[in-house]
């Protein structure tokens, strides 16, 4: 049986097998392959997949204008044992060789490694396969879990190599999410022994873990959802953006669920999973990226991680377009003039999100509002001019203002509800912060103009305040790359700001 650790994300790998549009026709009743199988090379290269046919499903061969068309699933058995389902697969190309032979290439959106017959696993339908537990790991995740790392001796005179590590908080540690639905876990598998030329050494494998309760089962889909927004969660406390390695799944009961049984007479029995398996998705190649100082880790979060988790849950629907506009800015190569659109369509959507109706701030200006209409009643009523324009002034001052709140104002509130120590650490950042005291309402109008001017037409004439120069926006772009981080940290917090404050991220500012 072939090993299902080859099938990574990041590997460069040909596998030979042999190809069926369904399951009956891969393999015989006698479970040998199928005379109706066509052997072809599955490659995997540079989140790149593709299966290369030593014939052709003859689906195309009757219509050549649908030769683009989509096949939902191909099932493949291949020479190390293991089975394979290609899931919406392109063909890219029909190639005729000598004698009228054709050949197919296909394009593969994702596929499944199994460890059993995909008839056993793989409904008829176009389902996804059902699973009740999901592993996945990602490249930085090494450098995340900086809790008890392990280390390892050698006693030379009695020639022992001593392994000394802490796995109580990865053996442990259980977060509910969901209503009680699914849980996370951070895991790891430790790896040590002795080689002639570096001595002992012990290594870990770090992993990610959800499962669900009472082993209830799931489409793949629904787990990659959830194991998504725990990584953006990990990309956003860390300011990278990494790259999934794996993503391997499991089918497990009470008895199946690959646990060691030590029976009295010392024998052991392994119980493995129904069937495990691994999927693999072409995703972004980004330039890794290296966890440093302000980095927040692990131990950071070890003490209330399980609270951050279940808001990060809570709060999905608020937070996740703010998470994607907030990582694309880390991630792309984009304009300083667009990240900073980004950053001010954030602000904008955390307010509505999260403060619209709670902000005094807007009531008090209201009734600033209220009184300056009166006064300018009042000097109306004074004036020797004609009635029927006087009454007309009255009339339009007394209409319903608009009760919408503007950007401006959003961006005024998010401004003076930010805690002073923050605000007395931007003046580092831009030194305009320190002697202005309406600086915070003349800000909040630069930021509005420039938004509305690469947003509603780059008119010179209008949007005056907006940002110009190089350095004003780079300067904009840092104050709310820290003001944002602030408060996505508070929507997530369930205590005072004290914690966040304290962060490296922060302290390196308001120090």
Same mark, same amino acid.
């Given at each position: 049986?072939?090993?299902?650790?080859?099938?990574?994300?990041?590997?460069?790998?040909?596998?030979?097998?042999?190809?069926?549009?369904?399951?009956?026709?891969?393999?015989?009743?006698?479970?040998?392959?199928?005379?109706?199988?066509?052997?072809?090379?599955?490659?995997?290269?540079?989140?790149?997949?593709?299966?290369?046919?030593?014939?052709?499903?003859?689906?195309?061969?009757?219509?050549?204008?649908?030769?683009?068309?989509?096949?939902?699933?191909?099932?493949?058995?291949?020479?190390?044992?293991?089975?394979?389902?290609?899931?919406?697969?392109?063909?890219?190309?029909?190639?005729?060789?000598?004698?009228?032979?054709?050949?197919? $290439?296909?394009?593969?959106?994702?596929?499944? *490694?199994?460890?059993?017959? @995909?008839?056993?696993?793989?409904?008829?339908?176009?389902?996804?396969?059902?699973?009740?537990?999901?592993?996945?790991?990602?490249?930085?995740?090494?450098?995340?879990?900086?809790?008890?790392?392990?280390?390892?001796?050698?006693?030379?005179?009695?020639?022992?190599?001593?392994?000394?590590?802490?796995?109580?908080?990865?053996?442990?540690? $259980?977060?509910?999410?969901?209503?009680?639905?699914?849980?996370?876990?951070?895991?790891?598998?430790?790896?040590?022994?002795?080689?002639?030329?570096?001595?002992?050494?012990?290594?870990?494998?770090?992993?990610?873990?959800?499962?669900?309760?009472?082993?209830?089962?799931?489409?793949?889909?629904?787990?990659?959802?959830?194991?998504?927004?725990?990584?953006?969660?990990?990309?956003?406390? *860390?300011? *990278?953006?990494?790259?999934?390695?794996?993503? $391997?799944?499991?089918?497990?009961?009470?008895?199946?669920?690959?646990?060691?049984?030590?029976?009295?007479?010392?024998?052991?029995?392994?119980?493995?999973?129904?069937?495990?398996?691994?999927?693999?998705? @072409?995703?972004?190649?980004?330039?890794?990226?290296?966890?440093?100082?302000?980095?927040?880790?692990?131990?950071?979060?070890?003490?209330?991680?399980?609270?951050?988790?279940?808001?990060?849950?809570?709060?999905?629907?608020?937070?996740?377009?703010?998470?994607?506009?907030?990582?694309?800015?880390?991630?792309?190569?984009?304009?300083?003039?667009?990240?900073?659109?980004?950053?001010?369509?954030?602000?904008?959507?955390?307010?509505?999100?999260?403060?619209?109706?709670?902000?005094? $701030?807007?009531?008090?200006?209201?009734?600033?509002?209220?009184?300056?209409?009166?006064?300018?009643?009042?000097?109306?009523?004074?004036?020797?001019?004609? @009635?029927?324009?006087?009454?007309?002034?009255?009339?339009?001052?007394?209409?319903?203002?608009?009760?919408?709140?503007?950007?401006?104002?959003?961006?005024?509130?998010?401004?003076?509800?930010? @805690?002073?120590?923050?605000?007395?650490?931007?003046?580092?950042?831009?030194?305009?912060?320190?002697?202005?005291?309406?600086?915070?309402?003349?800000?909040?109008?630069?930021?509005?103009?420039?938004?509305?001017?690469?947003?509603?037409?780059?008119?010179?004439?209008?949007?005056?305040?907006?940002?110009?120069?190089?350095?004003?926006?780079?300067?904009?772009?840092?104050?709310?790359?820290?003001?944002?981080?602030?408060?996505?940290?508070?929507?997530?917090?369930?205590?005072?700001?004290?914690?966040?404050?304290?962060?490296?991220?922060?302290?390196?500012?308001?120090?």
């Amino acid at each position: 049986m072939g090993d299902i650790k080859d099938f990574r994300l990041d590997n460069e790998v040909v596998f030979k097998g042999f190809w069926a549009l369904n399951p009956e026709d891969l393999l015989d009743s006698n479970f040998k392959v199928s005379k109706k199988a066509i052997s072809g090379n599955l490659e995997l290269k540079k989140g790149r997949m593709t299966l290369d046919l030593n014939g052709n499903f003859q689906v195309h061969i009757f219509n050549n204008k649908n030769k683009d068309a989509v096949i939902n699933r191909i099932y493949g058995f291949l020479y190390n044992g293991l089975y394979v389902v290609l899931e919406r697969c392109i063909n890219i190309g029909r190639y005729s060789c000598s004698n009228g032979y054709v050949v197919e $290439e296909y394009l593969i959106s994702s596929l499944y *490694t199994l460890n059993v017959n @995909p008839k056993i696993v793989i409904p008829k339908d176009e389902d996804s396969v059902m699973v009740n537990r999901v592993n996945f790991s990602i490249d930085y995740l090494d450098q995340w879990y900086d809790i008890d790392r392990p280390e390892i001796t050698l006693e030379r005179e009695e020639a022992k190599i001593i392994e000394v590590h802490s796995n109580k908080f990865y053996d442990e540690n $259980e977060f509910s999410i969901l209503n009680d639905t699914f849980f996370i876990s951070f895991k790891r598998k430790l790896l040590s022994g002795y080689k002639e030329t570096i001595g002992p050494y012990v290594t870990y494998e770090p992993y990610i873990s959800i499962s669900t309760k009472n082993y209830q089962q799931y489409d793949i889909e629904t787990f990659k959802g959830i194991a998504n927004w725990i990584f953006k969660l990990i990309n956003f406390l *860390t300011h *990278t953006y990494g790259k999934y390695l794996t993503f $391997e799944y499991y089918n497990e009961d009470e008895i199946n669920n690959r646990h060691i049984e030590v029976k009295d007479n010392g024998d052991h029995v392994y119980y493995n999973a129904n069937y495990i398996g691994r999927l693999v998705f @072409p995703q972004i190649n980004i330039k890794e990226f290296e966890l440093d100082y302000y980095s927040i880790k692990l131990s950071t979060i070890r003490e209330n991680c399980g609270n951050l988790i279940v808001r990060w849950f809570e709060n999905r629907d608020k937070l996740e377009y703010i998470i994607d506009l907030y990582l694309q800015n880390l991630a792309s190569n984009l304009a300083l003039e667009t990240e900073l659109i980004n950053q001010i369509i954030i602000l904008e959507t955390y307010y509505d999100n999260f403060l619209a109706g709670k902000t005094e $701030e807007i009531d008090d200006k209201n009734k600033m509002l209220a009184e300056v209409k009166q006064k300018i009643k009042n000097y109306i009523d004074n004036l020797a001019t004609i @009635p029927s324009v006087r009454e007309d002034i009255i009339k339009r001052l007394d209409k319903e203002s608009n009760k919408n709140i503007t950007l401006r104002e959003k961006i005024t509130v998010l401004l003076q509800n930010l @805690p002073s120590e923050l605000i007395d650490g931007l003046i580092c950042v831009d030194l305009s912060w320190k002697n202005d005291n309406i600086f915070i309402e003349k800000y909040a109008e630069r930021l509005k103009d420039t938004r509305n001017f690469y947003t509603h037409g780059a008119n010179e004439k209008r949007h005056k305040q907006r940002f110009r120069s190089f350095e004003e926006v780079m300067s904009a772009n840092r104050v709310l790359e820290y003001i944002i981080f602030y408060y996505i940290l508070k929507a997530l917090s369930v205590s005072d700001d004290g914690w966040i404050l304290n962060l490296p991220y922060f302290k390196r500012i308001i120090r």
